[in-house]
Nanobody
Framework: QVQLVESGGGLVQAGGSLRLSCAASGRTFSKYPMAWFRQAPGKEREFVAAISWGGGATYYADSVKDRFTISRDNAKNMVYLQMNSLNPEDTAVYYC?????????????????WGQGTQVTVSS
């Protein structure tokens, strides 16, 4: 069992940056791929970024590539999402997700464990 708690959301102006954190509990955290998804009002939850269990492979949605960076620290049971050059289209609730599938995927059904989400609002 893995429990996830996101933090770091907030209100930022367009062009600004935020760093989201996800604290995980559970002894098997380091064995799971991790991902960030987001959901804007009235829209489906969408993939943002994912990282393999060891951190050696990362994947990004085209909309955030070159702006967002996912990383993890298995010693601290933490996953991060550095978000730069934010724009109003990035406004959403951001969710951290964890395995247990060994696949570092981009589909919501590939992840069993979810946090409660953190709101990110980007003003124009």
């Amino acid at each position: 069992q893995v429990q996830l708690v996101e933090s770091g959301g907030g209100l930022v102006q367009a062009g600004g940056s935020l760093r989201l954190s996800c604290a995980a509990s559970g002894r098997t955290f380091s064995k799971y791929p991790m991902a960030w998804f987001r959901q804007a009002p009235g829209k489906e939850r969408e993939f943002v970024a994912a990282i393999s269990w060891g951190g050696g492979a990362t994947y990004y949605a085209d909309s955030v590539k070159d702006r967002f960076t996912i990383s993890r620290d298995n010693a601290k049971n933490m996953v991060y999402l550095q978000m730069n050059s934010l724009n109003p289209e990035d406004t959403a609730v951001y969710y951290c997700a964890a395995g247990p599938s060994p696949v570092t995927g981009s589909r919501t059904d590939e992840y069993d464990y979810w946090g409660q989400g953190t709101q990110v609002t980007v003003s124009s």
